[in-house]
């Protein structure tokens, strides 16, 4: 059993008067730290035991490409960026350290390596091997033959990452070093995503969590169609990776219950050792909760938000709070691309999207994984490409706003000088299907790219902001698709949790409802919902019994979850008419693409030397 948590002594009452009249007004609060690892930085949340934001504080995080399609982290530079975050978010904001109870953390689906014989990073740089870079970030594309041989095998544990495993998953990033690695280094090596990285550096203990190595690692729960161990042996064996089998699976984790520890989200792995709360300046033995991917985190941090929804968005016959009404809330985390995260009471297939997987965040509960490979990245590149941005980036400067809102705001003086009923009617005749950076969902096929229908010769201010609502248009659509593809395969799915900078945008919020036809909720938080979600992690954490036992998550979030806003869909029955058959177009854009270029593979079928 882990050990359990350091908690500080409650002052005893006293019948003498206190000098310090604020020791009667403000009674000393609980406090919860929520560590946030994302691609460019990380984040340090600080939450009170009602669930209010304390602290903030974030710092930027080292990135390397060695080469073309490869990235490269270190941990001890992760490391210490969130020192620094949790020292300066303690110090900005006056929290006293000894309120401090629980930690825990969550960040990117990376793969960590360190030498099980020392605990030192183990370099992921080839050919030398030979600096601190030991994560192989989630975006690297080197495994590219590693992922094809996986999927060959066909093997059955694919069923339930989507049919098929994704080159951002871990095993391929392990089989690719198998294959590069000098052998006696790769045989020193043991495995985490990044996150259980994170508690191991914490605490000292081997712990894995579900969420990590069910939804990144090929690991099927014990019971879910006849694992006896977890890991599948055949599987690793038929890849190449049959050494990882050796020690009962030790240098992945090992086995639940013999030789290692696997807990669902917010779990007590164990407490802060010595070394890690010196270095982040909190007491030792404080509880440390099991840690969850990043988009997990967001799913935690939204989805049990305070918000007026109809009976038609509700499950019939459940509280309002009850952990069913989840079932009917998808978890939309949007920044430079969005993950679809859904929980559902039993396991739920649908092609395309990754899982499902059971036991990563709730026991006895399943999740699935959509996404869109590009979103914010998508909007970006649409504008910066465009001939009219340099201009429009200046005067947006001019007005102290960003792209975003100004081009908002000009959208809008469009429609009013066409004397147009919606800003969607300005785009009616211009069809932008988005898919730029591959398909991640439900199509699962990055040779997907991008197509246009209403392409005029328009360079000025008003072609780039028709293209950039036009590309929001296809954010909308295609999120219609991966929820109706969902809910065709067994799904409930009546309304969407936002979290992330996309949030702010308002056009494409009510796009969003309007399109999907159900309402958009916005958190409290928008630049924190998942840092606050990791944060509810530290919390469940700190409620650990003298056996380990915690608060179900579900009764954290409900009671830590804030009031959101509610953006309902358009009461425009015509703009809805419109984008309906916008959606077709779209459909037909996304299909059509592939019977041409299948079309066109058979035309030249031999034509050149493979």
Known sequence: MAALPFRQPSRANSRQMSLDPREDLEPQMDHFIG??????????????????????????????????????????????????????????????????????FDATCSLAVFAHDTDEPVSVTGPNFDNDHNIVLWLDHRPEKETLKINATKH??????????SIEMEIPKVLWLKNNMDPELFDRCKFYDLADALTHLATGNEARSFNSVVCKQGFVPVGVDGSVKGWQEDFLTEIGLGDLCKDNFKR??????????YLSAGELVGTLSEKAANELGLPAGLAVGSGVIDAYAGWVGTVGAKVALGTQELSAGA????????FTRLAAVAGTSTCHIAMSPGPVFVNGVWGPYKDVLVPGYWMAEGGQSATGELLKHVLETHPAFHETMSLAESFNTNIYDYLNEHLREMATKANTPTVSYLGRHFFFYGDLFGNRSPIADPRMTGSVIGLSSDKSMDGLALYYYATMEFIALQTRQIIETMNESGHSIKSIFMSGSQCQNDILMKLMATACDMPVLIPRYVHAAVAHGAAMLGAKAATADKNGKTEDLWSIMDRMSKPGKTVPPSGDANEKKLLDVKYKVFLEQCQSQQTYRKNIDAAVEGWTKP
Request: neutral net charge; glycine residues 14%; hydrophobic residues 35%.
């Open 252 to 261: 992945l984790g090992g086995v639940n219950g013999v030789n290692g520890t």
């Open 156 to 165: 059955n544990l694919l069923r339930y990452v989507g049919g098929k495993m």
């Open 319 to 326: 509280p309002k709070n009850d952990i069913s009404q989840a």
């Open 35 to 104: 560590i946030d690892v994302g691609t460019g930085s990380a984040r340090a949340c600080i939450i009170d035991s009602t669930g209010d934001i304390k602290g903030l504080a974030s710092e930027n995080i080292g990135l390397w490409q060695p080469q073309q399609g490869y990235y490269e982290q270190s941990t001890n530079d992760i490391w210490r960026c969130i020192c620094v975050c949790v020292q300066r978010a303690l110090n900005q904001h006056s929290i006293d350290p000894n309120t401090i109870r629980g930690i825990a």
